[in-house]
């Protein structure tokens, strides 16, 4: 039976929407939250920039400081995880020959900042290969440790992969690199809300995450979670008032990153709602969201993988949070050449399905082109199952995969 969960969005009723990971949708109530800070900025906006908003900061940090397990004081509120993962990798100088060690699972806007500041300071950046989707947690920690060497500065690894959709064992890995004396920049674009975090128990260095996607709060909401020793050391994207602003019960760290020049904050002012609204759709709160995601995930990998006619269910369950990936055929009536390096780019099949079915899905490279001479290039599709989705969403998909393949079998 259909969720009546999804009367809660703006979401187009013509379109079955599978690709909540890519940019994420905010329900209404929360866009109505938004709608009242803004209305009270425009009102004033002197009082409400100038006087009131270090106050009001401070209780989105707080809140979501319970939510991922971290102390306000070590978040910065940033508008995107990539905004978050340029902060930390352009403030750190490389001496030349270091090594930056990440994965081929990562996604390209982070590759691209990492190849900028390589070429900065003439460091190298080493991609480790990971197979997909014959996986596990184990052969992820053993390949990333085995590229670990003396001249490994800093390790850039995801949480949840964005091509691949797949839970990396961040747990193991950072403690593991921090023995070693190696510092790790998570990348935890879509973790808040598909697993539970506790930052302050993990340990990393740098932890950079968005709230637009599975918190649902408005697009403009992230963070990023620096360990207390290594906030002296990362600046902001824009340098502004704060970096000689007068001290007061902040931090450097907060002053810089709390003031980057005029912005809207309401994205970040709404976040508390959505923690607080998405957590009370289900019952059992948060964890139950979860579980819920993730079930209607497991359905979606197993009809896709029967649909595809594949021989296996790709990665581990274990791996699988609220999206699900498995590769295309890479012949017949679905198969075709992988192509396209970002969410922005489209698969011709992708226009297929959202232009004759009114689906929308994301299908693309992995990995992507500036890393594809260390795993050889396949095309995957990948769905999300967010809490406006239920199975039908699911099942239409699976039947429209049905029909083009039944057509183009038949025009053979």
Not at 148 to 159: D, N, P, Q, Y
Not at 160 to 182: D, Q, W
């Amino acid at each position: 039976m259909p969720s009546d969960l999804a009367r809660h969005w703006g979401l187009d009723p013509a379109i079955t929407f599978l690709n909540h990971g890519s940019f994420g949708a905010c329900p209404r109530p929360v866009l109505d939250v938004q709608q009242a800070w803004r209305d009270q900025l425009e009102a004033e906006p002197v009082r409400f920039l100038g006087r009131e908003l270090n106050g009001r900061l401070l209780t989105v940090r707080e809140a979501l400081g319970d939510f991922v397990g971290a102390d306000p004081d070590d978040l910065a509120l940033v508008t995107n995880a990539t905004g978050g993962a340029n902060a930390v990798i352009r403030s750190i100088r490389f001496e030349a020959g270091d090594e930056i060690v990440t994965t081929d699972h990562e996604y390209n806007a982070i590759l691209n900042v990492l190849r900028y500041v390589a070429e900065r300071d003439g460091a190298r950046v080493v991609v480790v290969g990971l197979p997909f989707p014959a996986i596990s947690p184990d052969d992820v920690v053993e390949r990333f440790m085995a590229a670990v060497t003396e001249r490994t500065r800093l390790a850039v690894i995801s949480h949840v992969t964005s091509p691949t959709a797949l839970i990396l064992p961040v747990e193991r890995i950072v403690p593991e690199l921090a023995e070693r004396g190696i510092d790790t920049l998570v990348d935890g674009a879509h973790a808040p809300g598909m697993v539970a975090l506790d930052l302050d128990a993990l340990g990393a260095a740098y932890y950079t995450a968005n709230l637009h996607k599975w918190v649902c709060a408005p697009k403009g909401s992230a963070f990023l979670h620096v360990r207390r020793d290594r906030q002296a050391g990362v600046r902001p994207g824009t340098i502004s008032h704060g970096l000689n602003a007068p001290t007061d019960e902040r931090s450097r760290f907060r002053l810089e990153f709390d003031w980057q020049g005029t912005l809207d904050p309401t994205p970040w002012l709404a976040v508390p709602a959505a923690i607080d609204f998405i957590g009370g759709l289900v019952d059992g709160g948060w964890p139950a969201v979860m579980a819920r995601n993730r079930e209607l995930a497991l359905y979606g990998r197993d009809a896709l993988a029967g649909g595809l006619g594949g021989d296996h269910l790709g990665s581990p369950a274990t791996m699988i949070g609220a999206m699900a990936a498995l590769p295309l055929p890479s012949k017949g009536p679905l198969g075709g050449e992988a192509s396209g390096s970002s969410p922005l780019d489209t698969d011709p099949f992708q226009l297929v399905l959202y232009e004759r079915f009114g689906i929308e899905v994301p299908i693309g490279a992995w990995p992507v082109p500036a890393v594809q001479a260390v795993s050889p290039p396949i095309r995957s599709i990948r769905i999300s199952a967010a809490l406006h989705n239920d199975s039908a969403d699911i099942d239409r998909l699976v039947a429209a995969l049905g029909e083009l393949s039944a057509g183009a079998s038949a025009a053979e």
